[in-house]
T-cell receptor, first 117, second 110 residues
Framework: SAVISQKPSRDICQRGTSLTIQCQVD?????MFWYRQQPGQSLTLIAT?????????ESGFVIDKFPISRPNLTFSTLTVSNMSPEDSSIYLC??????????????FGPGTRLTVL | TQLLEQSPQFLSIQEGENLTVYCNSS?????LQWYRQEPGEGPVLLVT?????EVKKLKRLTFQFGDARKDSSLHITAAQPGDTGLYLC??????????FGTGTRLKVLA
């Protein structure tokens, strides 16, 4: 398993500003991900944070809006840029670790609850 | 677009009752995971099922993976208020790619 922490746990931001969310893992992991979750709803993958190279974004998400850094195997940041009220959501960091011969398991941080006014 | 549909979407039951949550797709998954999420926290992994037809038990929770590895179910026996939360299934479509289900919000009343 892996223990993941996120900072900040929550924030209230003004429209047009940017917020950087930090994700720290207690062990080195290859795969880190960023998700978005509307309260009470399912998770949508934003991007895969690749160490040493640019993040891989899912359809509907772009680097200019959600720049991601991955300087090493235990840390990543997600920035939500030029925020609007539609960006209000919970942002979750996760990692995947090998659990068996043919599968891996995913573990999540506690999330960052963002409210944009 | 691959979808994982969960049913029911909402469930409110009395303590001691049994319930089953379903997770269905038209896609085949190499493995499938179930999570429970409580307010203000991230999803917590409950179980991973890998083999078609596999059944795993975790105390009062029974998980089954469909024979064709396209669907799964979670059965809770004698539900308790501590079981309250959002239940999510997630299917693995590639080495590290997951699709999350639409979610089932369970409330167990004391």
């Amino acid at each position: 398993s892996a223990v993941i922490s996120q900072k900040p746990s929550r924030d209230i931001c003004q429209r047009g500003t940017s917020l950087t969310i930090q994700c720290q893992v207690d062990s080195q992991v290859t795969m880190m991900f960023w998700y978005r979750q509307q309260p009470g709803q399912s998770l949508t993958l934003i991007a895969t944070a690749n160490q040493g190279s640019e993040a891989t974004y899912e359809s509907g998400f772009v680097i200019d809006k959600f720049p991601i850094s991955r300087p090493n195997l235990t840390f990543s940041t997600l920035t939500v840029s030029n925020m609007s009220p539609e960006d209000s959501s919970i942002y979750l960091c996760s990692v995947a670790v090998i659990a068996g011969e043919i599968y891996n398991e995913q573990f999540f941080g506690p999330g960052t609850r963002l409210t944009v006014l | 677009t691959q979808l994982l549909e969960q049913s029911p979407q909402f469930l409110s039951i009395q303590e001691g009752e049994n319930l089953t949550v379903y997770c269905n797709s038209s896609s085949v998954f190499s493995s499938l995971q179930w999570y429970r999420q409580e307010p203000g926290e991230g999803p917590v992994l409950l179980v991973t099922v890998v083999t078609g037809g596999e059944v795993k038990k975790l105390k009062r929770l029974t998980f089954q993976f469909g024979d064709a590895r396209k669907d799964s179910s979670l059965h809770i026996t004698a539900a308790q208020p501590g079981d309250t939360g959002l239940y999510l299934c997630a299917g693995a479509t590639g080495t590290y790619k997951y699709i999350f289900g639409t979610g089932t919000r369970l409330k167990v009343l004391a």
